[in-house]
Every structure is written in structure tokens, then in C-alpha cells.
């Protein structure tokens, strides 16, 4: 099957590649750009570990074919951390409120939390959690990965975080 | 999971696409969002030869108004939906059956023209455009033409679309002021197909059902409008007795399959529920 040229602007990079019309997008991120930060868990659109945003929206790059993403300007995990270097809040947040465990679904929450702060500031635990419903995970109960994500709101609003009373 | 080889087709005009379509043939499919036929196409349940894909059609997408109908391209997300003001205000029951389609991501990507056109007795949108009273506009290789709701739903996967045809614009009449709406749906998680929902539209005079309107989900191979369980309610004050009758008349036209959500039986009792509850819902809502 013949391939086709693309370009897309990645973290703020241009990159290019030859790809088959069947590439799927989460393939072309991993396998020809190298970044392995995203991550395939089920394959059929469920889990949300392939999550990365694509022109202001969060999308399952398993279920997308890289050709479709021609032109298109995408964030991944690698691109989270704040210009110097340093975790940004909702990296953070992960680290600081043991927003993880075995860290699979870790870079799809964090892609999915950074589009919902954007759009919803400042969300109930209630809107999170609706917010994260497209990503699952299996060890931490979400518990702590929501509170990671209030961390991240309180901190980019620039309050105190305080925890709920357990 | 890698899907099978295909060409990809990216035409900037519908009739363009059609003309595409047409050509191709049975081995070329339309790709409108995607989350329906990717994972098909990774399970290798459909090989498509040609895919289309529609998102190079800048008319495709969009929320407009022709007269008292609110025209919304096929192209549009359900995420374009729960962002607009209008269809919150003026069909809100669009903006809460939205919501509870999938997740967060499948709705940046997923658009009402796949939703209603792919015939998956499991999608939402169809029963709701059923009760609404709906029209979509095929465009082909004949030209255009509009069909009703009502009349497009043949089978599981079976519509009114003939070969080289293209879904490209829903049109709903904008319900009554002051109407009463409820989708009621019930689901094992969120992200999960109905084991059965219904939907309702009614107007309230006087403390009494003025009319009414009722929508089924995932409770037979086709999406229902349960005419006689809508019936039984006019006049009503929504009592007991014409809760249990428009829940008995609903059930009568069911026809599940019976899956990993429940026996027929099972199916059947809950969609009965549903009814119930979306009338008493939307009653409430009613003004």
C-alpha cells in the first residue's frame, strides 16, 4: 500500500513521516517519532491511555489514523513539563498525591485532566470524575488520581490546596 | 490490534464524496468520526477496500436554523452540541442524551450524522430524532432528498441510505415552549450501549398530558416510537394507573436481544422503568 507524506507540529515541534493510510495515530507517535510516553492499553477505545490532545480536544489516538492528523497540532506527555524543565502542576499534583501505582493509565489521565483544567477550571470532584470517565484505571480507585487533579485546579488558581477530610 | 490495508479519500465537497462513493462502490465506506468503524476495522469485523473521510467537508459541520428547525450538519460532535447554547435552550433533551453518550473523548470525535446514520440499534440519537419528529437530508448520485426519522430504520445496520448516499444534515422542528423532556437511560457503566432507554417529549395543560411523544433505545433491532405508550398518557394526569399502562403498551413492542446486559425479559421490565421515569421527568419539567 502506498504511503502517504504527513506533517503535524508535535510538543511545539514540526516532524514529518511516511505512513500507511491504516497507521493508527498512537503508532506513529510511538513507533516513528519515538516517544513511547503514550501508551496503548485495550485497543478498542475504552481505557484512555492513548489519550492526547489534538487541536484543543482530547482523543483516544488509538482509534484515529495518523493521516487524518495531517496538520493537526498535538500535545503529548512528553510535552507537560512546564518550558524549564520542571512538572508542571498536574505533574505535580501525580507526584505529590500519589496520583499513581503501576503509572499505566498515568500519561492518559494527565493528558485528559490537563483539557478538562483548561476548559473547567475549577471542577467539583463530581465533574472530574465525569471528566476522567473515559480513562480507566485499575489500582489506585481513582481516589488519588483525583485528588491530583484538585491539587493541579487549586494550584494553577493559585489557592492552597487542602485535602477533604478522609 | 492493526486494521486492514485501505485507501485513504479525503474530498473537500460532498458531492465530491459522492461522487467517490459511487464509484468505489461496496467496498468503500464513509468515515464520519470514526469511533464506531475504527474499532470494527481493528477487530477486522469491516475491511473496507476505501474509506472517505468526511472531515475535509467544511459544510458538513455546524448548528444553524431554517425557519423553527434547528438544521445541525452531520459532521457535528456530540461535543459541538453540548457546547451550544441554542440546542441547550431550545432542544435540551439533545444536550442531556449527549451527555450520556460514551465519554469524554469519543464525544470531541464522535458526530450526530454517524450516530443516526450507522443503524446500531445501541445508539442514542436515533430514538431521540424518532420523537423529536426528525428529517435527514441524503444527498447520492440522484441528487437530494429529505426522509423522515421515522422512516429511515430498516434493521440492525440496515437504513433508507442507498449505495453512493450520504447523510448530511439532521433537522429537528424545535419542540413547544415550556415542553417537558426526559431521556432516561439505563447503563452497567458510563460509556456503555443502553440495556434500555426511552425518551420523552410532552406539553402539560392544566395539570393533564396535552401531547406526547415516546423513544426507545437498544430494546429492539430498530430504534421505536411507542405511538400507543404515548397515547395511554394524553389526557392522563400522569396517575399510577397510566404510568403502569403507557410502561405495559411500551413493553408490548419490545423485542431485545438478549446479551451481556440482561435476559429479554430483564431488558423488557427495565425499559418499562425507563418509560415511567422519563415520563414522570419530564412531566416535572413541563411548563
Known sequence: MAKTHVTMKVNGAEVEGLVEPRTLLVHFIRESLGMTGTHIGCETTHCGACTVDIDGMSVKSCTMFAVQAQGSDITTVEGMANADGSLSALQEGFRMMHGLQCGFCTPGMIMRAHRLLKENPSPSEEEIRMGISGNICRCTGYQNIVRAIQYAAAKLNGIEFKEAAE | ?287
Do not use: W
Request: aromatic share 4%; hydrophobic share 45%; net charge neutral.
Open chain 2, 1 to 287: 490490534m492493526i486494521p486492514g490495508a485501505f485507501s485513504y479519500h479525503r474530498p473537500a465537497s460532498v458531492a465530491d464524496a459522492v461522487k467517490l462513493l459511487s464509484d468505489l462502490g461496496e467496498d468503500a465506506r464513509p468515515l464520519a468520526g470514526g469511533h464506531s468503524l475504527v474499532p470494527m476495522m481493528k477487530l477486522r469485523l469491516a475491511s473496507p477496500a476505501h474509506l472517505v473521510d468526511l472531515h475535509g467537508i467544511a459544510g458538513l459541520k455546524g448548528i444553524g436554523r431554517d425557519g423553527n428547525s434547528l438544521v445541525i450538519g452531520a459532521m457535528t460532535t456530540q461535543h459541538d452540541l453540548l457546547a451550544s447554547d441554542d440546542v441547550a435552550r431550545s432542544v435540551p433533551i439533545l444536550h442531556e442524551a449527549a451527555l450520556l453518550i460514551a465519554d469524554p473523548q469519543v464525544r470531541y470525535r464522535g458526530t450526530i450524522g454517524g450516530n443516526v446514520a450507522n443503524g446500531d440499534p445501541g445508539n442514542d440519537m436515533p430514538a431521540l430524532m424518532l420523537t423529536l419528529g426528525a428529517t435527514y437530508r441524503l444527498e447520492g448520485p440522484n441528487g437530494a432528498r429529505e426522509v423522515k426519522a421515522a422512516d429511515f430504520y430498516q434493521g440492525a445496520y440496515f437504513t433508507a441510505l442507498e449505495p453512493g448516499e450520504i447523510l448530511t444534515a439532521v433537522s429537528i422542528p424545535v419542540p413547544a415552549p415550556g415542553h417537558g423532556y426526559a431521556y432516561e437511560k439505563l447503563k452497567r457503566k458510563v460509556g456503555d450501549y443502553a440495556t434500555a432507554a426511552a425518551a420523552v417529549v410532552l406539553t402539560m395543560a392544566s395539570g393533564k398530558v396535552a401531547s406526547c411523544a415516546i423513544g426507545l433505545t437498544n430494546v429492539h433491532e430498530t430504534p421505536l416510537l411507542a405511538t400507543a405508550a404515548a397515547q395511554a398518557v394524553i389526557g392522563t394526569s400522569l396517575d399510577a394507573a397510566a404510568l403502569k399502562n403507557a410502561a405495559a403498551a411500551a413493553e408490548a413492542i419490545m423485542a431485545p436481544a438478549a446479551d451481556t446486559r440482561g435476559p429479554v425479559e430483564y431488558r423488557k421490565h427495565v425499559g418499562g422503568i425507563m418509560v415511567a421515569r422519563a415520563l414522570q421527568r419530564a412531566a416535572s419539567r413541563a411548563r
